[in-house]
């Protein structure tokens, strides 16, 4: 029984025509001469107990460097002691998102008051020290922790600025119009890695002497402005798909500019555009490496001083494999996380 | 009659770049009077009633609703606004909003009413359309002659002294017009200020007090609705009438 719904269904699936039964089986082919050799490489004959890379006697992958050195691909050099103030921060962050999920449409408001801006302020003073707390400077920061700390901070910042040019792109007011058009072309004009070297070693150049900015702080800073030029083009998109009669009926309900936007303008662009933001928030999540070149080392920076630690030499590919992992995870649950968005809001419009 | 003039447009011309939409338009229209307007397409009937709540800015004469002239600053615009109602051919209610909540949004942001009071106000006006089972619906799951329905409650919830329909019930289909303009009836039998454009002669004869005709910008012709339809003096009226009866 169960063979012949598998024949059924392979039969409408994979083989219903003489191109799709190539295609299909090239893609068996594939899998077949590099799915095993993968599995035998990451499972079956890797090493995942000791120590020591001598531990490390097998074929497969040396899983014991991941081991080692997980803390400081997590966390960076941020001192030991207190990485429970790291944890903290996250872990607020991850239930208050959770709790999004359970309550009721009204108490989301709330909580996303709260993300933007309470949280911010309370991861940073738990990040960064304070009240007492022994202060840990940025430099210290690193690992999976940085590159999530500029992928919240990108998304935080640039999601508001980003909806703001877009309207600001539609404005009626020459200066406002051309001032978001210069804006938004100057940002999306230049790549990510300039942006990153101007702020890092350019910017502290123009400043008057005595002021200091954090370089980490700079550095994400100028992430966010990067990006909230991909999302005022992304909003725009969606704001220009909407009717002239959503407009007019605001107006005509005596609804000023801001509160026809706010009320009606803006939910209803954005939902349209929704998987658009996820794919530039995910393209900002894995832009964040590029920090690597300012001499900043999230996590894989971090992959890279351990290979190049000479009792860890050749454990490129394990590193490697493993930033990746972590990578698909975060993208696969924001980009998941958006096609709940997107489902629900369009039930809702039925 | 010596009722209070509620509306007055004074030479009122206005152009889209070169093309002349408004031609020295004069309008007086008095406390709870019922003004019809109707015309070919494109003679700027929307237009017109689109300038009286500046959806359309005017270039030449002056517009006046009650004490307000309008003019470029915000106040007087969301003063004229916040007393004209109007309704659109496609309904254009807020498709991310509960009925109800396209009814309250209005009160309880520009009225800043409390929320409680905006509710008992929006299910006061869509019980008055009877709509009031479907209060909790969104726009997509009502009918058109509904959707239209809640956006006449919609407006009635800002309660404004004047209301303004463009060709309320050209989207809808046969069998709903009839809904739509019972409510309207009612609203005019209420004593509402309403200036209708619309082709629907059968609802101007028993509801309007005067008719206007407007042809390329123009009015060309304004009566009382039982002169308009028993003796209309220009040809493009006739010709207008004999095509639509
Ligand atoms: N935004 C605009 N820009 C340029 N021309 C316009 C614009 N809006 C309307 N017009 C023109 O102005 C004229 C009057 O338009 P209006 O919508 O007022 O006509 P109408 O009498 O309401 O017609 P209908 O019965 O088709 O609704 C039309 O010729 C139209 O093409
Ligand atoms: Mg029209």
Redesign the interface.
Same mark, same amino acid.
């Given at each position: 029984m169960k063979i012949k719904n598998l024949a059924n269904w392979s039969r409408q699936n994979l083989f219903s025509s003489w191109y799709n039964s190539l295609i299909s089986l090239f893609c068996i082919y594939l899998i077949i001469i590099t799915l095993p050799p993968f599995i035998d490489w990451a499972f079956l004959s890797a090493t995942f107990d000791g120590n020591l890379k001598t531990d490390c006697k097998t074929s497969g992958a040396c899983w014991v460097f991941i081991k080692v050195w997980f803390e400081k691909f997590m966390y960076g050099f941020y001192p030991v002691e207190n990485i429970w103030r790291i944890n903290l921060s996250f872990l607020i962050l991850i239930l208050s998102i959770a709790a999004s999920f359970f309550v009721r449409d009204k108490f989301k408001i709330y909580i996303l008051f709260f993300l933007i801006f309470i949280f911010p302020i309370i991861a940073f003073i738990l990040i960064h020290g304070s009240f007492g707390m022994q202060i840990v400077e940025s430099r210290e920061w690193g690992g999976l922790a940085l590159t999530f700390i500029l992928a919240i901070f990108g998304i935080i910042f640039s999601f508001p600025l980003g909806v703001l040019l877009a309207l600001g792109r539609r404005s009626e007011l020459p200066v406002i119009k051309y001032f978001s058009i210069c804006f938004i072309e100057f940002w999306r004009g230049i790549p990510l890695i300039t942006v990153l070297f101007a702020a890092a070693v350019m910017f502290p150049l123009l400043l008057p002497a005595d002021t200091y900015v954090d370089k980490t702080l700079r550095i994400a800073i100028g992430i966010a402005i990067f990006e909230s030029a991909y999302i005022a083009e992304v909003v725009r998109g969606g704001l220009q798909s909407l009717p002239k009669g959503q407009y007019d009926a605001a107006r005509s309900l005596g609804m000023g500019y801001w509160k026809m936007n706010f009320f009606i303008i803006l939910p209803q662009a954005i939902k349209t555009v929704i998987p658009g933001i996820a794919n530039t928030f995910i393209a900002l999540l894995k832009d964040t490496p590029l920090i690597v070149l300012v001499g900043m080392a999230e996590i894989l920076g971090m992959i890279n001083l351990a290979k190049a630690n000479p009792y860890w030499l050749g454990m490129a590919v394990e590193g490697y494999v493993f930033a990746a992992a972590i990578f698909w995870v975060a993208s696969y649950f924001l980009s998941s996380y958006s096609q709940r968005l997107e489902n629900k809001y369009s039930t809702e419009k039925k | 009659m010596n009722k209070e003039k509620v509306i007055e447009l004074n030479k009122v011309n206005k152009w889209y770049g070169e093309f002349h939409v408004l031609k020295d338009i004069d309008l007086s229209v008095y406390q709870g009077e019922k003004i019809i307007v109707c015309g070919p397409s494109g003679s700027g009937k929307s237009t017109l009633i689109?300038c009286i709540?500046?959806?359309e800015e005017h270039q030449e004469g002056t517009v006046r609703v009650r004490d307000t002239i309008l003019d470029h600053h915000?106040q007087s615009i969301?003063k004229i606004?916040?007393e004209? #109602? +109007?309704v659109?051919q496609?309904f254009?209610?807020?498709?991310?909003l509960s009925i109800l909540d396209n009814c309250t949004? @209005?009160p309880s942001?520009?009225r800043k009413m409390p929320k409680k009071d905006a509710e008992d106000l929006a299910m006061k006006y869509l019980t008055k359309v009877k709509i009031d089972d479907q209060a909790l619906k969104?726009p #997509?799951?009502l009918s058109g002659g509904q959707q239209q329905r809640a @956006?006449i409650a919609? @407006?009635l919830c +800002?309660e404004p002294k004047i209301m303004l329909f463009d060709e309320p019930t050209s989207a809808l289909d046969p069998e709903m017009i009839k809904e739509v303009l019972d409510v309207m009836t009612d609203l005019a039998k209420a004593g509402m200020t309403m200036i209708v454009v619309s082709h629907e002669m059968a609802f101007a004869k028993e509801v309007a007090d005067r008719v206007i005709f407007m042809d390329e910008g123009s009015i060309v012709e304004e009566k009382p609705t039982a002169q308009f339809f028993s003796n209309p003096e220009n040809e493009r009226t006739k010709l207008f009438l004999s095509q639509i009866l």
């Open positions: - | 689109r709540n500046r959806l915000t969301e606004r916040s004209v #109602g +109007m659109f496609q254009n209610l807020f498709p991310h949004l @209005a942001w520009v969104f #997509g799951q @956006a919609r @407006a +800002m």
